[in-house]
């Protein structure tokens, strides 16, 4: 199959409603114009020079999304044009996309991150932190960085039961802070900062169980683009 047919057969399983973001990580420019002429415009990218160099070349109506682990030294690189930064796992980084975003006047749009699996290797707020730090930021409006929602990976395992359960957490924090923010505005503020409306869960092993929780965002990679090709050393 093809990217286009691969992305036409995952696009007519999807409710309304969920946005579809193609993992292009370590594909060919190639592969990314194919998916763009078949009119999609969300792709998903995990390492910074791979993705400047990426949105350089290619069509600039293209929507970035960061999916990956950003280090705070790097957040400048992308702040100019990124659509949404996914993996928000640090206040320290929150504030420095807060910092880029202020250097030259653009909001960014991110995700809180979640460590809802059981693998000590993926990032992410724990449920307590999390809830630690949106009551610190409530005390401070913020004007250059909007959080639009959360994002979570489940572990990778065969375990069903395993994934639902982790995916099931991730579903109830996110309504739950909707129920108590979303749509809100605060003192000053213009927008509501604490949105939550992007609930960014599931990837090609597990997105049909992410639809069942709620997910209204599935990053898909190899599902669409075949495997991926290894990641060099230096990147
Ligand atoms: C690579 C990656 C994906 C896509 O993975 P596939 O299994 O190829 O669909 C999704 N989310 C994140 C955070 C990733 O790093």
């Not at 059981?118 to 009551?135: A, P, Q, V």
């Not at 395993?162 to 605060?186: A, D, P, V």
Request: hydrophobic residues 35%.
């Amino acid at each position: 199959m093809t990217v286009s047919e691969n992305l036409q057969v995952i696009i007519s399983s999807l409710p309304a409603g969920v946005t579809l973001v193609a993992v292009s990580k370590l594909q060919p420019q190639s592969a990314i114009m194919e998916a763009y002429g078949a009119g999609h415009f969300d792709f998903g990218e995990n390492y910074i020079q791979e993705l400047r160099d990426k949105q350089l070349s290619l069509p600039s109506d293209i929507r970035w999304h960061f999916i990956g682990h950003l280090q705070s030294n790097k957040v400048k690189y992308i702040a100019p044009f990124v659509h949404l930064i996914h993996g928000v796992d640090s206040p320290k980084l929150f504030r420095e996309i807060e910092k880029q975003g202020q250097k030259i006047g653009r909001c960014i749009d991110v995700l809180l991150q979640v460590h809802i699996s059981e693998e000590d290797t993926k990032f992410g707020f724990s449920e307590s932190e999390l809830l630690d730090f949106i009551d610190q930021i409530k005390e401070h409006p913020l004007q250059f960085v909007r959080i639009k929602g959360l994002m979570g990976m489940a572990s990778f395992t065969e375990r069903e039961d395993q994934i639902r359960s982790e995916m099931k957490q991730l579903s109830s924090l996110y309504h739950q802070l909707g129920n108590q923010y979303g749509g809100k505005t605060f003192g000053q503020v213009l927008y509501p900062y604490l949105e939550m409306s992007i609930l960014s869960m599931g990837m090609s092993g597990d997105y049909p169980l992410a639809l069942e929780y709620g997910s209204n965002l599935i990053r898909v990679g190899s599902a669409i683009f075949g495997a991926r090709p290894p990641k060099p050393s230096s990147t």
